[in-house]
């Protein structure tokens, strides 16, 4: 009687039965509200009333079967309508689910879903109704959400201001601070779209108090299960599974999951564990035929793995990746492990699904393709080995893939896959599958053949996979590279052969065992195959069909390390960075050997245009050294490739290269007295610094700037400075001295005694080497203002006895008379000038002499002592530049006489002086040796410099020379003199600058590298302009036959000179079509001054010379941005093409080359814009960077719309000059009208559409224009097969292709 009492406080018999009918009429849908008094009186009696009630029919539904039966009959003896019960849950289950529900409502509605799955489990049936109802059933299941505020999952800030929480304010709480105006502000604005449908503000208490009630909820509907089966309720399965994995990811989970079936459900502490709980019930036979329950739970577990929000009908989004998300996936990978041990190989085509499906669906971005990845292994693992290698079979075939995405992580998979122990098979497999269970498959077959993909960004991760897997040093993957290296993949090449044929439909059955099928889950909110991947094909439960346009490549041995090579000169820089990994890797275990060809090629990359992948190379190189520090190849390509960095423009890579040095060198200089060499890093540091003193040495210039840098930073510790001079006296003596003369300008202090006593000893023995002596003459030259007077002079008598025996080497009269200005330095320019004209004038003097008694004698060029010469010579000019004070006229007219023959040393008649010069333009060549002559060139420059009038008179001669001599090594000397001048006297030398271009076109590689050099500094600081034929000259070089010289130019062209000129490319480019093709008809364009010689040595004009120009022009088109190939295209339409239409100028044989060259330009995809050129995969790439991602879509959407303005305009502006000219050229029958169909064609297929809308408005003229095109497509057709794979012929330009009328 109890339970009837407890159901009075529902007033079950007081609601009326007509509202009860119409509620079960209408399924629950629709319903009108329950009577405001009854409501009132049941909301008095509130959740205690609902507890009352649920706890008098527990009973019922746990007891004996007799006791329970009798439940519907006391219902029915006492008046009670058990389908009004069902009606009243529902209402406030309904209440319950509004946004705007009370908590006290929130927690009436879940004990009355309680209730009803309570009446559920009770056994019996009530006589007028049944209790259960599809709708209501998922009505109540729904309750665990919808009384769970909404905004705790979606992220949304919960408002806080005057909403109070229903158990009220605890006493003794301290008032908030009320919150700033800015914050209101900002809350209002944000909270402005959510005004129409507030929702109640919930406090943590009342939070506790729900998540209470969902929990007692959840277990009771678990306790349903076991009860109650849903076999023939699907739906309501589906909304099961749907609820359960949601409470999966509800709160985190305390300690770990289990799954066995002894658990008991009443010591289960969090939802996700009854979640879990629930879908294993619902995996059981009672709840679904076969194995249908388990599909719809692998299904929804898919998103929880994905980490994606499914369901409610909207479309799979990612989530944070959070702790609990991330948790809540492993957690889902173990259930899903857990349902395939306990029901085994039924459950193996399903969890096949799960796995392709995973790769079908997982997000492109890095962290979730990892996270995907490993997911898929640890679910691989409870495959059978044959399972095993069928599934990797599927995965190679997916890899293959023409979807950007597929190939991407199936590199993914691969890498984690390598992760685990190879398998070895429990029973024996076909060969085939074998195979497929080894390391070495993954790396050749699914990483290799990826190293060579046609997207970038897999090319890229390819590559940074097999570096990867070199770095492991596994056993098995090894191997597979081993094979790679050394020509025995065979098995790649037989699989790939094997399955070539299924690289467009591979995900076909052939794959799979015939008892193994794929089927579809489709994700919630699509109604088919198509929505849920436009790869996969229409309809429900079949196989997977992914359409596939890659094409395994098959690589040869020895092609692999030339891909290599090719990769690290790749386009995109995240390739080359990759490439330069895998050959480090290589080089370093020494599954290679260290070739030059290899490690220039990581040297070149200390040069790439890339920042990321210059640093990429120091790193790579430094690993190497390390690697191997005993190399000295390794050794020499590190310092060529490391220490010139030190002067790159951008400040982070100076800083790599610096620390490089630093931790390679620096470290590592110990005292003496401590060094082993068992210790490899002070050996190699000694090595590194012999070979800078000795074979590579001209890389000191570059270290100098490395010392400037590392002296402010104050590095030079004077223990370090001590250190150094430890070894001054041992076997690393010329390196000691090689770095003491970089230290010695900043180091605090020096042991000057030790550097003095060595100095005594080079001066006492003729054995110490050159480099060395100049290395001690430039730390005395620093040291010698801390010098006292006599020591001073001492050491100046050395120097001065040295420079006036002459016996010293020319590098080291240029060291001693440097050191010689430094140890005169006085506190006024008076005193050190006059010590300077003092000790230097005697050399001037003495140089005079010798050469007057040379120039004068009979026989002075025969027998004469030409190294001695040339020390007089070297020693004149040095010397000259220190005191011109005192340098007579007579030195001038000296070093002429020794220039040319007929030079007069007597006086001018009448006078008793000689003339300063004479015109060196009317000199007769001299019989000079060629290295005496170069040398005076040298001195005659040095004394132009001190000189101006001197200087005019040389400059016409020395230009002339550049054109007349015969010798390397004058001409050579003559370019530094001219480009020294220019420095000094920029206006005079301007005018012979096209003289000093011409030498870009000497015969001798060392003149051209030479020249492009200096004109390139030139053109840096300024001093000479791009103007006349200067660019052209130039740009020639981007074609010279010595391939280094070429890579010099691009390099100087790109890095040094377009930097300071960005507009200079696109400034020339037209021009220079007019210019290489000799075309100087034009009004504007190829006006500028040259010779005939000047013509004849820079022409590029002719059908021989095409492949030249070609390829200049498409360097320069390269390295213009989308704007500047906009505007070029019209400016070639106009200013070239439209000259002709409009008769400016004359259409003739000679102009067909010109416009030729001009067709071919257009068609160029270097002159497409980079829109229009690029895939959109490779556009927007996956970065997981949100404001990246943004940013990438930006431009892509701002290419879109130039490439739209460029569409426009070539129909507006282009097709009419096109056209119009097509018809001149026709009726003149010029070749050149092979080009304009080729761009005709190229054109018709990138503006397909726009074109057609443009002749849509003249039929005739587009009828004529397919005939045209449909003949030039025959007969390139029959010209293919005539060449028969040979050089296609020019078409006849006398045969004009026949044009229908329309009449």
Same mark, same amino acid.
């Given at each position: 009687?109890?339970?009837?009492?407890?159901?009075?406080?529902?007033?079950?018999?007081?609601?009326?039965?007509?509202?009860?009918?119409?509620?079960?009429?209408?399924?629950?849908?629709?319903?009108?509200?329950?009577?405001?008094?009854?409501?009132?009186?049941? %909301?008095?009696?509130?959740?205690?009333?609902?507890?009352?009630?649920?706890?008098?029919?527990?009973?019922?539904?746990?007891?004996?079967?007799?006791?329970?039966?009798?439940?519907?009959?006391?219902?029915?003896?006492?008046?009670?309508?058990?389908?009004? @019960?069902?009606?009243?849950?529902?209402?406030?289950?309904?209440?319950?689910?509004?946004?705007?529900?009370?908590?006290?409502?929130?927690?009436?509605?879940?004990?009355?879903?309680?209730?009803?799955?309570?009446?559920?489990?009770?056994?019996?049936?009530?006589?007028?109704?049944?209790?259960?109802?599809?709708?209501?059933?998922?009505?109540?299941?729904?309750?665990?959400?919808?009384?769970?505020?909404?905004?705790?999952?979606?992220?949304?800030?919960?408002?806080?201001?005057?909403?109070?929480?229903?158990?009220?304010?605890?006493?003794?709480?301290?008032?908030?601070?009320?919150?700033?105006?800015?914050?209101?502000?900002?809350?209002?604005?944000?909270?402005?779209?959510?005004?129409?449908?507030?929702?109640?503000?919930?406090?943590?208490?009342?939070?506790?108090?729900?998540?209470?009630?969902?929990?007692?909820?959840?277990?009771?509907?678990?306790?349903?299960?076991?009860?109650?089966?849903?076999?023939?309720?699907?739906?309501?399965?589906?909304?099961?599974?749907?609820?359960?994995?949601?409470?999966?990811?509800?709160?985190?989970?305390?300690?770990?999951?289990?799954?066995?079936?002894?658990?008991?459900?009443?010591?289960?502490?969090?939802?996700?564990?009854?979640?879990?709980?629930?879908?294993?019930?619902?995996?059981?036979?009672?709840?679904?035929?076969?194995? +249908?329950?388990?599909?719809?739970?692998?299904?929804?577990?898919?998103?929880?793995?994905?980490?994606?929000?499914?369901?409610?009908?909207?479309?799979?989004?990612?989530?944070?990746?959070?702790?609990?998300?991330?948790?809540?996936?492993?957690?889902?990978?173990?259930?899903?492990?857990?349902?395939?041990?306990?029901?085994?190989?039924?459950?193996?085509?399903?969890?096949?699904? @799960?796995?392709?499906?995973?790769?079908?669906?997982?997000?492109?971005?890095?962290?979730?393709?990892?996270?995907?990845?490993?997911?898929? #292994?640890?679910?691989?693992?409870?495959?059978?080995?044959?399972?095993?290698?069928?599934?990797?079979?599927?995965?190679?075939?997916?890899?293959?893939?023409?979807?950007?995405?597929?190939?991407?992580?199936?590199?993914? #998979?691969?890498?984690?896959?390598?992760?685990?122990?190879?398998?070895?098979?429990?029973?024996?497999?076909?060969?085939?599958?074998?195979?497929?269970?080894?390391?070495?498959?993954?790396?050749?077959?699914?990483?290799?053949?990826?190293?060579?993909?046609?997207?970038?960004?897999?090319?890229?991760?390819?590559?940074?996979?097999?570096?990867?897997?070199?770095?492991?040093?596994?056993?098995?993957?090894?191997?597979?590279?081993? =094979?790679?290296?050394?020509?025995?993949?065979?098995?790649?090449?037989?699989? /790939?052969?094997?399955?070539?044929?299924?690289?467009?439909?591979?995900? %076909?059955?052939?794959?799979?065992?015939?008892?193994?099928?794929?089927?579809?889950?489709?994700?919630?909110?699509?109604?088919?195959?198509?929505?849920?991947?436009?790869?996969?094909?229409?309809?429900?439960?079949?196989?997977?069909?992914?359409?596939?346009?890659?094409?395994?490549?098959?690589?040869?041995?020895?092609?692999?390390?030339?891909?290599?090579?090719?990769?690290?000169?790749? =386009?995109?820089?995240?390739?080359?960075?990759?490439?330069?990994? $895998?050959?480090?890797?290589?080089?370093?275990?020494? /599954?290679?050997?260290?070739?030059?060809?290899?490690?220039?090629?990581?040297?070149?990359?200390?040069?790439?245009?890339?920042?990321?992948?210059?640093?990429?190379?120091?790193?790579?190189?430094?690993?190497?050294?390390?690697?191997?520090?005993?190399?000295?190849?390794?050794?020499?390509?590190?310092?060529?490739?490391?220490?010139?960095? *030190?002067?790159?423009?951008?400040?982070?890579?100076?800083?790599?290269?610096?620390?490089?040095?630093?931790?390679?060198?620096?470290?590592?200089?110990?005292?003496?007295?401590?060094?082993?060499?068992?210790?490899?890093?002070?050996?190699?540091?000694?090595?590194?610094?012999?070979?800078?003193?000795?074979?590579?040495?001209?890389?000191?210039?570059?270290?100098?700037?490395?010392?400037?840098?590392?002296?402010?930073?104050?590095?030079?510790?004077?223990?370090?400075?001590?250190?150094?001079?430890?070894?001054?006296?041992?076997?690393?003596?010329?390196?000691?001295?090689?770095?003491?003369?970089?230290?010695?300008?900043?180091?605090?202090?020096?042991?000057? &005694?030790?550097?003095?006593?060595?100095?005594?000893?080079? $001066?006492?023995?003729?054995?110490?080497?050159?480099?060395?002596?100049?290395?001690?003459?430039?730390?005395?030259?620093?040291?010698?203002?801390?010098?006292?007077?006599?020591?001073?002079?001492? #050491?100046?008598?050395?120097?001065?006895?040295?420079?006036?025996?002459?016996?010293?080497?020319?590098?080291? !009269?240029?060291?001693?008379?440097?050191?010689?200005?430094?140890?005169?330095?006085?506190?006024?320019?008076?005193?050190?000038?006059?010590?300077?004209?003092?000790?230097?004038?005697?050399?001037?003097?003495?140089?005079?002499?010798?050469?007057?008694?040379?120039?004068?004698?009979?026989?002075?060029?025969?027998?004469?002592?030409?190294?001695?010469? *040339?020390?007089?010579?070297?020693?004149?000019?040095?010397?000259?530049?220190?005191?011109?004070?005192?340098?007579?006229?007579?030195?001038?007219?000296?070093?002429?006489?020794?220039?040319?023959?007929?030079?007069?040393?007597?006086?001018?008649?009448?006078?008793?002086?000689?003339?300063?010069?004479?015109?060196?333009?009317?000199?007769?060549?001299?019989?000079?040796?060629?290295?005496?002559?170069?040398?005076?060139?040298?001195?005659?420059?040095?004394?132009?410099?001190?000189?101006?009038?001197?200087?005019?008179?040389?400059?016409?001669?020395?230009?002339?020379?550049?054109?007349?001599?015969?010798? $390397?090594?004058?001409?050579?000397?003559?370019?530094?003199?001219?480009?020294?001048?220019?420095?000094?006297?920029?206006?005079?030398?301007?005018?012979?600058?096209?003289?000093?271009?011409?030498?870009?076109?000497?015969?001798?590689?060392?003149?051209?590298? +030479?020249?492009?050099?200096?004109?390139?500094?030139?053109?840096?600081?300024?001093? $000479?302009?791009?103007?006349?034929?200067?660019?052209?000259?130039?740009?020639?070089?981007?074609?010279?036959?010595?391939?280094?010289?070429?890579?010099?130019?691009?390099?100087?062209?790109?890095?040094?000179?377009?930097?300071?000129?960005? #507009?200079?490319?696109?400034?020339?480019?037209?021009?220079?079509?007019?210019?290489?093709?000799?075309?100087?008809?034009? =009004?504007?364009?190829?006006?500028?001054?040259?010779?005939?010689?000047?013509?004849?040595?820079?022409?590029?004009?002719?059908?021989?010379?095409?492949?030249?120009?070609?390829?200049?022009?498409?360097?320069?088109?390269?390295?213009?941005?989308?704007?500047?190939?906009? %505007?070029?295209?019209?400016? !070639?339409?106009?200013?070239?093409?439209?000259?002709?239409?409009? &008769?400016?100028?004359?259409?003739?044989?000679?102009?067909?080359?010109?416009?030729?060259?001009?067709?071919?330009?257009?068609?160029?995809?270097?002159?497409?814009?980079?829109?229009?050129?690029?895939?959109?995969?490779?556009?927007?790439?996956?970065?997981?960077?949100?404001?990246? *991602?943004?940013?990438?879509?930006?431009?892509?959407?701002?290419?879109?719309? !130039?490439?739209?303005?460029?569409?426009?305009?070539?129909?507006?502006?282009?097709?009419?000059?096109?056209?119009?000219?097509?018809?001149?050229?026709?009726?003149?029958?010029?070749?050149?009208?092979?080009?304009?169909?080729?761009?005709?064609?190229?054109?018709?297929?990138?503006?397909?559409?726009?074109?057609?809308?443009?002749?849509?408005?003249?039929?005739?003229?587009?009828?004529?224009?397919?005939?045209?095109?449909?003949?030039?497509?025959?007969?390139?057709?029959?010209?293919?097969?005539?060449?028969?794979?040979?050089?296609?012929?020019?078409?006849?330009?006398?045969?004009?292709?026949?044009?229908?009328?329309?009449?």
């Amino acid at each position: 009687m109890e339970l009837l009492e407890t159901l009075q406080l529902l007033k079950i018999s007081d609601i009326s039965h007509g509202w009860v009918d119409t509620v079960w009429e209408l399924d629950f849908t629709e319903t009108d509200p329950l009577d405001a008094r009854i409501e009132g009186e049941v %909301n008095e009696n509130g959740l205690e009333a609902f507890k009352a009630v649920y706890q008098h029919l527990l009973p019922y539904a746990t007891e004996d079967r007799a006791v329970t039966e009798s439940v519907w009959t006391l219902f029915s003896q006492h008046g009670l309508s058990g389908s009004g @019960l069902v009606v009243l849950l529902h209402h406030f289950v309904q209440t319950g689910h509004s946004k705007t529900a009370s908590v006290p409502q929130r927690q009436c509605a879940l004990r009355a879903a309680a209730i009803y799955f309570l009446l559920l489990e009770i056994p019996g049936k009530i006589v007028s109704a049944p209790v259960f109802h599809p709708v209501l059933f998922d009505k109540c299941l729904d309750t665990v959400r919808k009384t769970w505020p909404q905004d705790l999952d979606s992220g949304k800030k919960r408002k806080k201001e005057t909403a109070k929480s229903s158990q009220g304010d605890p006493k003794g709480r301290k008032r908030a601070k009320p919150p700033r105006r800015e914050d209101r502000e900002l809350e209002d604005e944000f909270e402005d779209g959510d005004q129409d449908e507030e929702e109640v503000y919930i406090s943590g208490q009342d939070l506790l108090q729900l998540r209470e009630g969902i929990f007692f909820l959840v277990k009771n509907f678990l306790r349903l299960l076991t009860k109650f089966p849903l076999k023939d309720k699907p739906q309501n399965v589906q909304h099961c599974v749907q609820i359960f994995i949601a409470l999966t990811n509800f709160e985190p989970v305390i300690g770990e999951l289990r799954f066995s079936e002894t658990q008991d459900i009443n010591r289960m502490k969090s939802l996700p564990d009854v979640a879990y709980w629930g879908l294993r019930l619902l995996c059981s036979p009672a709840h679904g035929e076969g194995n +249908q329950t388990v599909r719809r739970v692998f299904h929804r577990l898919l998103y929880v793995i994905l980490m994606m929000s499914g369901g409610d009908g909207s479309r799979p989004c990612l989530l944070a990746l959070t702790q609990q998300v991330v948790a809540a996936k492993d957690m889902a990978i173990r259930f899903v492990s857990h349902i395939v041990d306990e029901l085994k190989d039924d459950v193996l085509p399903i969890l096949r699904t @799960l796995l392709q499906h995973i790769c079908a669906k997982v997000a492109d971005k890095t962290e979730y393709r990892t996270h995907g990845a490993q997911a898929l #292994v640890r679910l691989l693992a409870k495959l059978s080995c044959a399972e095993y290698a069928s599934f990797i079979q599927w995965l190679y075939e997916y890899s293959c893939n023409a979807k950007t995405q597929y190939r991407q992580f199936g590199l993914d #998979v691969a890498m984690a896959l390598l992760e685990q122990p190879e398998r070895t098979p429990e029973a024996p497999l076909p060969p085939e599958q074998a195979r497929l269970l080894q390391h070495k498959f993954l790396v050749q077959a699914m990483i290799f053949s990826r190293c060579s993909d046609r997207t970038a960004t897999v090319r890229s991760r390819a590559l940074a996979c097999l570096a990867q897997c070199l770095e492991q040093q596994s056993p098995s993957t090894a191997e597979g590279i081993q =094979e790679l290296m050394h020509g025995s993949n065979t098995y790649m090449q037989q699989n /790939m052969c094997a399955h070539r044929h299924t690289h467009t439909d591979f995900l %076909n059955d052939s794959f799979l065992p015939p008892q193994i099928k794929v089927y579809i889950l489709l994700p919630p909110g699509t109604r088919n195959i198509s929505e849920a991947n436009p790869h996969v094909t229409a309809g429900v439960f079949k196989t997977i069909e992914i359409t596939s346009g890659e094409d395994g490549s098959i690589f040869d041995a020895r092609d692999t390390i030339a891909m290599l090579r090719q990769r690290a000169s790749d =386009e995109k820089t995240n390739v080359r960075k990759s490439s330069l990994q $895998v050959l480090m890797s290589l080089l370093k275990i020494g /599954m290679i050997p260290c070739t030059p060809e290899d490690l220039s090629t990581l040297q070149d990359r200390c040069r790439d245009p890339a920042l990321s992948v210059r640093k990429q190379a120091l790193q790579c190189l430094t690993e190497l050294l390390a690697a191997q520090p005993e190399n000295s190849v390794v050794q020499k390509a590190w310092l060529t490739g490391v220490v010139p960095v *030190v002067m790159d423009s951008e400040s982070s890579v100076q800083e790599k290269a610096l620390d490089c040095l630093e931790q390679t060198i620096l470290r590592h200089i110990q005292s003496y007295s401590r060094f082993s060499d068992k210790d490899s890093r002070q050996r190699l540091a000694w090595d590194l610094l012999t070979l800078l003193s000795g074979e590579s040495q001209d890389l000191c210039r570059y270290l100098s700037k490395a010392f400037i840098i590392w002296a402010k930073q104050d590095k030079f510790s004077t223990v370090f400075v001590n250190n150094l001079i430890s070894h001054t006296e041992t076997e690393h003596a010329s390196a000691a001295w090689l770095l003491l003369s970089k230290v010695a300008g900043s180091a605090p202090r020096l042991n000057y &005694g030790k550097i003095l006593e060595a100095w005594d000893h080079i $001066v006492s023995n003729e054995d110490i080497t050159v480099s060395t002596t100049c290395h001690v003459l430039c730390v005395i030259g620093h040291i010698a203002k801390h010098l006292n007077g006599d020591t001073r002079e001492r #050491v100046i008598e050395d120097i001065m006895k040295w420079l006036k025996g002459f016996h010293a080497p020319i590098i080291v !009269i240029g060291s001693c008379v440097s050191a010689l200005q430094r140890l005169v330095q006085r506190d006024s320019v008076e005193d050190t000038q006059r010590l300077l004209n003092r000790y230097c004038g005697d050399l001037v003097s003495l140089c005079d002499s010798y050469l007057s008694n040379l120039m004068l004698s009979a026989d002075r060029s025969q027998n004469i002592d030409e190294e001695l010469v *040339v020390k007089y010579l070297f020693t004149l000019g040095e010397a000259a530049l220190q005191c011109p004070a005192k340098v007579e006229k007579r030195v001038f007219l000296l070093v002429q006489s020794i220039l040319a023959a007929n030079v007069s040393l007597d006086p001018v008649e009448g006078t008793e002086e000689l003339p300063a010069s004479q015109p060196l333009s009317q000199f007769k060549p001299s019989t000079m040796p060629t290295a005496v002559k170069a040398h005076a060139f040298i001195t005659l420059g040095k004394l132009c410099l001190q000189n101006e009038d001197l200087a005019k008179k040389c400059v016409p001669a020395l230009a002339r020379e550049l054109e007349v001599s015969t010798e $390397v090594p004058v001409r050579n000397n003559v370019i530094i003199v001219m480009c020294d001048l220019c420095v000094r006297y920029t206006t005079m030398v301007d005018r012979y600058i096209p003289n000093i271009a011409a030498c870009l076109k000497d015969p001798e590689p060392l003149i051209r590298k +030479q020249t492009l050099i200096m004109l390139t500094n030139l053109l840096q600081e300024e001093f $000479v302009k791009w103007k006349g034929s200067l660019f052209f000259r130039f740009v020639v070089v981007l074609v010279d036959p010595d391939p280094s010289i070429a890579r010099l130019c691009e390099f100087c062209l790109v890095h040094l000179l377009l930097k300071r000129n960005p #507009v200079m490319f696109s400034q020339h480019f037209i021009e220079c079509i007019f210019h290489f093709n000799g075309y100087e008809k034009h =009004e504007k364009y190829n006006k500028f001054p040259q010779t005939a010689r000047e013509k004849a040595m820079f022409s590029l004009k002719g059908p021989k010379n095409k492949e030249l120009r070609m390829k200049i022009y498409k360097f320069l088109l390269e390295h213009f941005t989308d704007e500047q190939r906009f %505007n070029i295209t019209t400016k !070639i339409s106009q200013n070239v093409l439209a000259s002709f239409v409009d &008769g400016l100028l004359p259409l003739h044989l000679e102009a067909s080359e010109l416009l030729s060259d001009t067709f071919v330009v257009l068609s160029l995809k270097e002159m497409k814009l980079s829109a229009m050129r690029s895939r959109p995969e490779e556009e927007l790439q996956p970065d997981d960077d949100e404001m990246a *991602v943004a940013n990438a879509v930006m431009q892509v959407a701002q290419k879109k719309l !130039i490439s739209q303005v460029q569409k426009k305009n070539f129909i507006e502006n282009v097709i009419p000059i096109i056209t119009s000219l097509k018809t001149m050229l026709e009726e003149m029958r010029i070749p050149a009208l092979k080009d304009l169909m080729a761009y005709l064609r190229e054109m018709m297929q990138d503006y397909r559409n726009e074109v057609k809308d443009f002749f849509s408005v003249d039929k005739q003229l587009a009828a004529e224009l397919e005939y045209d095109m449909k003949k030039y497509e025959e007969q390139l057709h029959r010209e293919g097969e005539q060449g028969n794979g040979s050089t296609v012929t020019a078409p006849d330009a006398n045969t004009r292709p026949g044009t229908p009328r329309v009449r």
